[in-house]
RNA sequence: CGGGGUGUAGCGCAGUUGGUAGCGCACGUGCUUUGGGAGCAUGGGGUCGGGGGUUCGAGUCCCUCCACCCCGACCA
């Protein structure tokens, strides 16, 4: 391709609209424009990228032996009723009404469609197991649309759905998927880490995300180095340290005057935060719960759901009225000593370890000092509802866990049968009973890819591809295209590039050099051609994107040259 | 949805106490130049986010709506 042909408006400046390398550099290099917020125009050089990724996943999903269908974007309500998730769903739902006032929506993930379709085209153990998978756009209303193609409204996904007999057979399914899945990160030459996750309470276990450490991830996964355990934020565990070995102090009511905060009563006590224990008034299905976590820690929503049964989104922490009526005091002096009416009290697993602890006297203006678990107060519930901090112990092997950023950019989990239970997906074994099918679910973000991979290889002129999913394999650069020599010599290597099938560009434009040395390092092309002063004695040079040297080269070793470097780069 | 911010040429921005809208880059034309974002000359491009109001006069002041960005909440 032609660069003077190529829709390719590079900017020179930085668009004030970006916040990331990866968001900045897709605009800059002309792959994308925003058409409104979280949604994207692909140019000619961003498709091609989302092109190879495609294809590489494509691949790999052929061989791990799952078949592509095409699912419509536009779902009717009845089957998200169906299963429920209409309600669920709410507002991320595009929602859109037929002239027959009928109701549909744009398709935000398709468990359900997917699992209509096998309900009524499969009736028999026969005829499992079954893996399907389709590449398609989804759409969903976030709420907040972030950092580009990161957390946009429509992106371009690729869902698979496993149909098995049984468990063991769901396994082994799963299994191919995970093994695939690691096939086409490496491919596309990310860095990543598979982390356990959680897949909340409503059902599925194994739920597996994969990681693109990025200092930009919206997830936090803690790892250990010593023996590979890593799980995201929600799921990672710890091991809780030992009970404090002080003598117990008698209890002592202090005055707190307009002291709330952990911050403000370490500076008012001037004691640290490790020594207080903070209590949370929350409210779930119309109950109320009181959880109880050291002063420097946080309460993780998610373990709190699972403990108490219920969905994320069904807890809140408590208004102003409900924590006085059931403190008796303003907000900001709760305790687990004395609480009003009928609280479930939660502590932390590391709570019952602390001696002397500071807490709130539920009496306005009040703290009690030297509280002690046991002798004071007791929990309803003694369990792990705290975030992991780095430094916290691996709960495999005890070694210090350190946290780190990652954007997901893949997710399997084992479904079982809460969609084919839903919508009826049963099938007829060996024996003549009928049975529900146990799924798996398997999903790709390719948009996320792409940006993850810049976010990964780019350095301050631009991107760096990797070889595999670069738009173009190699750029051949004439210096002056005035100059017949160069321009000729470069016309033909570009020829013969082309011919070899190497994905090639050729920069004919008239331009300065630096103009299309720095376009060519924005663009990130592995391998680049210059074609300069010494095309007369057909001498050129090759530079790879990735280094800082160039090599000069004689015009007919160029197509070999190339060849090899990137059949030893995919 | 709460908090903060920004909307002026394709991009980045300036615009004073209210007085007929500018700069850089980009774009067109001509000449010179040609190995890391050239120089000179010349030209085109604007409902100043929309609507309403105050005023002799509004990019500027007031009201209102909208869009976009950031932080938070949320995210099968």
Not at 127 to 138: A, E, M, W
Not at 270 to 277: E, L, N, W, Y
Request: aromatic share 8%; charged share 30%; net charge negative.
């Amino acid at each position: 391709m032609r660069l003077s042909q190529l829709l390719i408006p590079t900017l020179r400046e930085v668009p004030a609209e970006a916040e990331i390398p990866s968001h900045t550099l897709m605009l800059k290099a002309a792959m994308m424009r925003k058409l409104a917020s979280g949604v994207y125009i692909y140019l000619p050089l961003g498709k091609r990228v989302l092109k190879k990724i495609e294809e590489i996943v494509r691949e790999e999903m052929d061989r791990a032996g799952a078949q592509e269908v095409l699912m419509p974007a536009i779902i009717p309500a009845e089957l998200l009723k169906e299963s429920g998730r209409w309600d669920v769903f709410g507002p991320e739902m595009f929602k859109l009404k037929d002239r027959n006032d009928r109701e549909f929506c744009l398709g935000p993930t398709h468990e359900e469609v997917f699992t209509d379709l096998v309900r009524n085209e499969v009736k028999s153990y026969r005829q499992l197991p079954l893996t399907i998978y389709q590449i398609q756009t989804k759409y969903r209303d976030e709420r907040r649309p972030r950092f580009g193609v990161m957390r946009s409204r429509e992106f371009i996904m690729k869902d698979a759905y496993s149909f098995d007999a049984d468990w063991d057979g769901l396994d082994v399914s799963f299994d191919k998927m995970y093994d695939a899945y690691c096939r086409i990160f490496d491919r596309c030459g990310l860095k990543y880490t598979v982390v356990e996750a959680d897949s909340g309470a409503m059902g599925g276990k194994d739920s597996k995300e994969f990681m693109v450490t990025s200092s930009v991830g919206e997830a936090v996964i803690a790892y250990c180095d010593s023996c590979g355990y890593a799980a995201n934020e929600e799921k990672a565990e710890c091991i809780v340290e030992h009970e404090s070995d002080e003598e117990m102090k008698p209890l002592e009511k202090i005055h707190t005057p307009d002291v709330r905060t952990i911050d403000e009563l370490v500076s008012y006590l001037d004691v640290k935060a490790d020594k207080f224990v903070k209590t949370l008034i929350y409210k779930y299905k119309g109950k109320i719960a009181a959880v109880l976590v050291r002063g420097d820690r946080e309460v993780n929503t998610v373990k709190l759901a699972n403990l108490l049964k219920v969905n994320e989104n069904d807890i809140d922490l408590a208004y102003e009225e409900t924590v006085r009526s059931v403190t008796g005091a303003n907000v900001g002096f709760a305790g687990p000593i004395g609480l009003k009416g009928d609280v479930l009290l939660i502590a932390d697993a590391e709570v019952p370890m602390m001696k002397n602890i500071i807490v709130g006297a539920n009496e306005t203006d009040y703290h009690l000092k030297n509280a002690n678990y046991g002798r004071d107060f007791k929990a309803d519930v003694v369990s792990d509802i705290r975030k992991v901090v780095d430094g916290d112990k691996c709960p495999r092997c005890g070694n210090p866990l350190k946290l780190e950023r990652g954007i997901e950019v893949g997710h399997i989990f084992k479904l079982g049968t809460k969609y084919s239970d839903a919508l009826g997906a049963n099938y007829i074994d060996e024996n003549g009973n009928e049975k529900p099918m146990i799924m798996g679910c398997y999903g790709i973000g390719l948009n996320r890819i792409a940006a993850a991979a810049i976010e990964q290889n780019h350095d301050d002129k631009g991107i760096i591809w990797p070889m595999s999913i670069a738009p173009y394999h190699a750029i051949v650069v004439p210096v002056n295209v005035s100059n017949d020599a160069q321009r000729n010599l470069a016309e033909k290597i570009y020829d013969e590039l082309s011919k070899a099938g190497i994905e090639t560009l050729i920069d004919d434009r008239d331009l300065r050099a630096g103009v299309k040395f720095n376009d060519a390092d924005l663009l990130g092309i592995p391998i680049r051609i210059t074609v300069g002063k010494k095309a007369s004695d057909n001498i050129v040079e090759l530079k790879l994107r990735r280094d800082e040297n160039s090599i000069e080269l004689n015009y007919d070793e160029v197509v070999n040259k190339v060849k090899e470097l990137i059949i030893n780069s995919i």
